[in-house]
C-alpha cells in the first residue's frame, strides 16, 4: 500500500510582527526617523520588490544580529504607476492607479516588518514611531487575519 502524502500550501513562517504606519514623510525621511528613533541601520536595498508587472514597492532593511531580528519598512503603495485606458467621455486623458501591497490596508502608508525567533516588544516600538515627529499613527496589524499575507514574502 501507498503512502498518501499532503502538501500544506501554507509553507510560510509567521514569526514576525507587522507596524503600519501612518505618514506624509517620504520613504528615506521615515527610515532616517526610524534609524535615529528606534536606534537602527535601515538601508535601501538595491533593488525594489517586485510583486507583479507594475507593482514594485521600494523597501529598507537591516539585521540586527545582536539581536536576531530582521527589519524591513516597505512602502504600501506601488512607485509604478498602472496607466488605464478610457473608453469614455475622457479618453484622451490618462488615468493612473497606485497598487497596494496589502490592499486590506489601503489607507496605510508604510508597513515595518519585524521578523524574529524571539519574543519582541511591539508595543515599546509602537510608541516610540508613534512620537517621531509627521507621524500621524502606529499600530500593530494582525497577520493571521490577513488575506494578502503572501506579499509580505520576499
Excluded at 538601508?43 to 520588490?49: E, G, I, L, N
Excluded at 485606458?85 to 489601503?106: C, G, H, V
Excluded at 519582541?120 to 500593530?140: G, H, R, T, W
Aim: glycine share 0%.
Amino acid at each position: 500500500m501507498a503512502a498518501v502524502y499532503k502538501i500544506n500550501d501554507d509553507f510560510y513562517d509567521e514569526s514576525f510582527a507587522l507596524v503600519a504606519v501612518h505618514t506624509t514623510l517620504q520613504d528615506y525621511s521615515l527610515a532616517y526617523e526610524l534609524n535615529q528613533g528606534l536606534n537602527l541601520k535601515l538601508k535601501r536595498a538595491r533593488k525594489d520588490f517586485d510583486l507583479a508587472e507594475n507593482k514594485s514597492f521600494p523597501y529598507f532593511e537591516w539585521e540586527d544580529v545582536k539581536r536576531d531580528i530582521y527589519w524591513v519598512l516597505i512602502s504600501n503603495q506601488s512607485c509604478r504607476q498602472q496607466l488605464l485606458a478610457n473608453n469614455d467621455l475622457f479618453q484622451n486623458e490618462s488615468t493612473f492607479i497606485k497598487p497596494r501591497l496589502i490592499p486590506e490596508y489601503k489607507d496605510v502608508d508604510y508597513l515595518l516588518k519585524i521578523e524574529s525567533e524571539n519574543q519582541v516588544e511591539i508595543d515599546k516600538f509602537i510608541k516610540k514611531i508613534a512620537s517621531l515627529p509627521q507621524v500621524m499613527a502606529s499600530y500593530e496589524v494582525k497577520t493571521d487575519k490577513l488575506k494578502s499575507k503572501n506579499n509580505l514574502i520576499f
